[in-house]
């Protein structure tokens, strides 16, 4: 039965006005969550200020302990040095304690009896140094043997370990409520997309519907009409399809979502305006329409529509982009690591082997450094940062030459080993060599695909493994990333949750 012009106007209001509703709850919730998600991110770094000023106080006090018991020991000067150099440093670790407290009135509650500690702390080892300056060692040996600077360190212990244990759980928490405030962003951003889609085919039917009622003898608009609504069909798969991978959102991408959103918004007001051209198209209470009203419904069926849809599939595909990466990293900061013995030149032979094909074909060569340790580690997460970093190699070689890649190893002794991976390939600006650690930021020409998520989720997974990565490159003269990685990470969690 053909539909008549009242139910399609009807229609047609009815499912611009859901379309709005929809896409303003999108808008409302999304800014409500992110804002949410910012408050989460603020109270985790304020709580990772205070447990770090807490373990670099109890750190240096540590220190200047060892120091004192080496000199009292040995009466060599060379063991002063580590003493004084802590002296030095605990005054500034105690205010950077006081001031990190003082956001959190149950931690600078805390801090008087600390301070006080503190003092007689600093007070017994000044005593026993002073009584071996004085050349009363054996005074210093036996103030040394009455345990009272052990029972105060442990008292420090106590009281500074409590912090950071407490630090630690809230930390936790804190994880926890923006987690939970990203599934709710996206669950939001698929139930709406899904909503405006559903808006958005339903004015299709009714268009598509209304038009085959009128212009039965108009081939030529029956046949533009169908390519429209293939076109429409598969653009809303793809996006159905982009919606169903949005994941996790953090604070890093709070500016960048909003942009797709308003994206969104406006082109909604260009379906609206095209809708229009249609309407005076088909709305013509059984005139004949005019030349102007056919071409410029024509225009909008074949330029205007298809136009708008793609801007918005754009840009909700960019908000799946953004959410999945930070997801990604996110997962990665909270995956239990796996402790083992990793010999990185056997994994350096594998990461090379996996892209041989792609370097012979480019006349290359890999050469890995037969002196690469083993270390204690966690395997996946050296597996993926070697095979990042070789796709990169590859991704930014030079097409003046042919491609070489060299892996070598340097023994820095406490500091860990560095890991130099080099390549001769196009090179990185000086201005860019901080940006490209950046999430979603890149540097020189964008002519390969790519995010710009890769050297972030590398930098993400070395500071998980208690190292660093940090880049040396020239314009058109290679590049080389410098992984740094302690020798065993097992000894850097327990220092970390002491």
Do not use: C
Request: glycine content about 8%; aromatic content about 6%; proline content about 3%.
């Amino acid at each position: 039965m053909p539909i008549s012009n009242a139910a399609f106007v009807r229609s047609t209001i009815v499912l611009l006005l859901a379309g709005m509703i929809a896409l303003l709850g999108i808008v409302g919730t999304s800014l409500w969550l992110a804002a949410k998600v910012e408050t989460y991110f603020t109270g985790f770094i304020e709580l990772r200020e205070v447990r770090s000023a807490a373990a670099d106080l109890l750190s240096t006090l540590q220190d200047a302990e060892t120091g004192q018991r080496g000199f009292v020991i040995t009466r060599d000067p060379n063991f002063r040095e580590p003493y004084d150099e802590a002296l030095k440093a605990v005054a500034e670790r105690q205010q950077a304690l006081a001031e990190k407290a003082a956001r959190f009135p149950h931690y600078e509650e805390r801090v008087p009896d600390i301070k006080r500690l503190v003092s007689e702390k600093l007070a017994e080892l000044a005593g026993v140094v002073e009584a071996v300056e004085q050349g009363r060692a054996d005074d210093a040996i036996n103030e040394v043997r009455t345990d009272r600077g052990r029972l105060l360190m442990d008292q420090l212990r106590e009281k500074l370990g409590a912090i950071m244990e407490d630090a630690d759980g809230r930390l936790q928490e804190s994880v926890a409520d923006t987690l939970w405030s990203a599934g709710a962003l996206k669950w939001t951003t698929v139930i709406g997309a899904i909503a405006i889609i559903g808006v958005l085919g339903g004015a299709i039917v009714v268009i598509a519907q209304y038009t085959r009622d009128i212009i039965v003898a108009r081939r030529e608009v029956e046949t533009l009409n169908a390519t429209l609504e293939k076109r429409v069909d598969e653009r809303t798969e793809e996006l159905i399809r982009a919606n169903q991978e949005v994941q996790r959102f953090a604070y890093i991408v709070t500016h960048d979502l909003r942009a797709p959103l308003v994206n969104i918004m406006g082109f909604t007001s260009e379906l609206q305006a095209s809708l229009s051209a249609i309407q005076a198209y088909v709305l013509a209470d059984g005139k004949a329409p005019s030349e102007a009203d056919i071409i410029e419904a024509r225009r909008a069926a074949a330029e205007d529509l298809p136009e708008a849809i793609g801007f918005i599939r754009s840009s909700t595909k960019k908000m799946d982009g953004l959410i999945n990466a930070i997801l990604k990293i996110s997962r990665d900061g909270r995956r239990e690591l796996k402790i083992e013995r990793v010999d990185l030149r056997a994994l350096a032979e594998t990461g090379a082997a996996a892209v041989g094909h792609q370097v012979g074909e480019a006349g290359g060569v890999v050469t890995i450094d037969r002196n690469l340790p083993t270390v204690v580690s966690d395997r996946l997460s050296l597996e993926q940062v070697f095979g990042n970093l070789f796709d990169n190699a590859i991704k930014y070689q030079s097409p003046d030459r042919p491609l070489r890649i060299s892996v070598a190893a340097r023994n820095a002794g406490r500091a860990g080993f560095f890991i130099d991976f080099t390549d001769n390939g196009r090179g990185i600006a000086p201005d860019d060599h901080e940006r490209v650690f950046e999430l979603f930021r890149r540097s020189g020409t964008q002519d390969k695909p790519g995010e710009g998520i890769g050297l972030a989720h590398v930098r993400s997974l070395m500071r998980n493994l208690g190292g660093d990565i940090v880049v040396r490159s020239e314009l058109g003269q290679g590049t080389t990333f410098v992984l740094r990685l302690p020798p065993d990470l097992s000894k850097v969690v327990r220092s970390m949750q002491a």
